[in-house]
């Protein structure tokens, strides 16, 4: 059994493959079905996994009732953690007082009891109208019991750290907070001294992923479709997780892996090589 490091403690039931409580992100396995990405999470041992609107609809229409959906994730020893990815809160509603894709968001974590929602910014608004928006997004949240993790990413509105920790403080909800993925914060000219500045209770979620030596001329091209799997390029994700622990981040580790060559193969063996090479990145030495 392998001791992960710092608040990253040893978690295992007799059914698991997996020691440490790990996620699989919705975006690992894109392309793959409800059903094949339940199987392959629990597979691979991973405790919790992250689903998107287009996974109910494909579940709908394999048809599975929404009264089986739950049940489905709970017998396969899972349980559903996070929702992606909405990125349109800051638009007002329809005529009919509808957001589509937000709604459906809210729909699915009352009927799965999913306690968070992962959102990021792409379309260029002005900063008053983000933070009302968000604002409003959050005091939704908050309604239906879920928080917000706000992700920034080196190619969208809000491209640094500190740009959405600006906009998570001002939300006064209580229900915000930051998604931290290892390969945003790479891209995006991260430092693991920024990173100590953080408080714990800023950050609601961790991703873990690499990087090649060269980044793409366009760097949202790298970003969702050559990622790299945990240990196999050049991110620094032992100073990545070091400063998290430092400064008492305690939450369980997730992978998002978007690749070209990965949805290439079988869910189950993706599953398998992302839950794997975390434990490999985990018994380094200098990740403890």
């Known amino acids: 059994m392998i001791d992960a490091p710092g608040p990253w403690s040893t978690r295992r039931t007799p059914v698991r493959t997996s020691p440490v409580d790990l996620h699989l992100s919705a975006m690992t396995l894109r392309y793959a079905s409800f059903s094949d990405r339940v199987l392959a999470a629990a597979a691979a041992g991973f405790t919790g996994i992250g689903l998107g ?28 953690v996070e929702l992606e990815f909405l990125t349109d809160w800051w638009r007002e509603a329809d005529v009919r007082g ?9 729909y699915l974590a009352d009927l799965l009891g999913v306690p968070q929602i992962n959102v990021g910014l792409f379309a260029d608004v002005p900063t008053d109208v983000q933070k009302q928006q968000f604002r409003r997004l959050c005091t939704r949240a908050a309604d239906h019991g879920v928080r917000i993790a706000l992700e920034f990413m080196p190619y969208s509105s809000l491209r640094t750290l500190n740009d959405a920790r600006e906009l998570v403080s001002q939300a006064g909800t209580g229900n915000a907070g930051l998604m931290l993925d290892a390969w945003h914060w790479h891209r995006s000219g991260g430092t693991t001294d920024e990173l100590r500045t953080l408080s714990a209770s800023e950050v609601f979620a961790v991703q873990l992923c690499d990087a090649g030596a060269t980044p793409y001329e366009d760097l949202r091209q790298e970003g969702r479709h050559g990622r790299l799997l945990p240990g196999a390029g050049v991110v620094d994700l032992a100073g ?49």
């Open 53 to 80: 609107a287009v996974d109910y609809l494909d579940a709908r229409r394999s048809e599975f009732s929404e009264e089986q959906l739950a049940d489905y994730v709970a017998r396969h020893g899972l349980r559903v």
């Open 98 to 106: 509808v957001r589509l894709e937000e709604d459906l968001l809210f």
């Open 240 to 288: 990545f997780l070091g400063a998290l622990n430092e400064v008492g981040v305690q939450l369980p580790l997730a992978v998002e892996v978007l690749s070209d060559e990965l949805d290439a193969r079988n869910p189950v063996e993706v599953a398998m090589l992302a839950a794997r090479s975390v434990e490999a990145l985990l018994r380094e030495p200098a990740a403890a």
